[in-house]
Structure formats: structure tokens, C-alpha cells
């Protein structure tokens, strides 16, 4: 079974830090591109950033550029989301997916057979 479990949300303040973490399972991790995605209540999911776990060439959204930072650990088969300066507006429930698009420079797509439950993220002000 593919497994891509995202955790480590929670309550925050406003411009605090929160890292997620997502563990793939199921799948050849090495080499494949891993995308962040949120949905924030009224609003469509959408993608934030993505990391070719190969290269580690990543990609992030203009509204987390400079905040949030992706990662990859090979040897645990984890992907981590470093989010710093956290907004009110962030407030959404986090998804890790498996990128089907393979653009390195876009954001990215998730594999619509492998959504999980997410993890939901509220930053209070």
C-alpha cells in the first residue's frame, strides 16, 4: 500500500514555527518529486512546494518563498516542511502527495490515488 502520512501540525502563534513531516511508504523514494499541499477553509487545495528527492532541486509558491523550507531525508524516507513566520492566513490542513508532474520548476501535482488525511495547521494571531 503507498502511504504518504503527513504530521506534525498543531496551534501556533503568529510568526512562530511548526515543521511537518511526511514519511513515504510503498513507493521508490529516491527519485521521485514529493509536493506540500493545503487547503484553507472556503478554498481549493493547492500546491506550495515540491522537492525532487534525486536532485533535490524544490520548488516553492511565491506566498511561502522566503518562509517555509522543504527538505528530504533518503534514509528515512521522509520529507520535512520548515515553516517559519507563520500567518493567520496559513491556517489550512497540510497534504503530502506524490508529484506526477514532472516539471521541476512548477508547482506541483498530486497524485490523485494517494491523498491522505493531511494535518491541520492553525496559527493564531
Known amino acids: 500500500e503507498v502511504q504518504l502520512q503527513a504530521s506534525g501540525g498543531g496551534l501556533v502563534q503568529a510568526g512562530g514555527s511548526l515543521r511537518l513531516s511526511c514519511v513515504v511508504s510503498?513507493?521508490?523514494?529516491?527519485?521521485?518529486?514529493i509536493g506540500w499541499f493545503r487547503q484553507a477553509p472556503g478554498k481549493e487545495r493547492e500546491g506550495i512546494s515540491c522537492?525532487?528527492?534525486?536532485?533535490?532541486?524544490?520548488f516553492y509558491s511565491d506566498s511561502v518563498k522566503g518562509r517555509f523550507t522543504i527538505s528530504s531525508d533518503v534514509h528515512k524516507s521522509t520529507v520535512y516542511l520548515q515553516m517559519n513566520s507563520l500567518k493567520p492566513e496559513n491556517t489550512a490542513v497540510y497534504y503530502c502527495?506524490?508529484?506526477?508532474?514532472?516539471?521541476?520548476?512548477?508547482?506541483?501535482?498530486?497524485?490523485?490515488?494517494?491523498w491522505g488525511k493531511g494535518t491541520l495547521v492553525t496559527v493564531s494571531s
Open positions: 502527495n506524490a508529484d506526477v508532474d514532472p516539471a521541476t520548476d512548477s508547482a506541483p501535482t498530486g497524485d490523485v490515488r494517494y
Open positions: 510503498g513507493i521508490t523514494f529516491d527519485g521521485h518529486g
Open positions: 522537492i525532487d528527492t534525486g536532485d533535490n532541486r524544490t
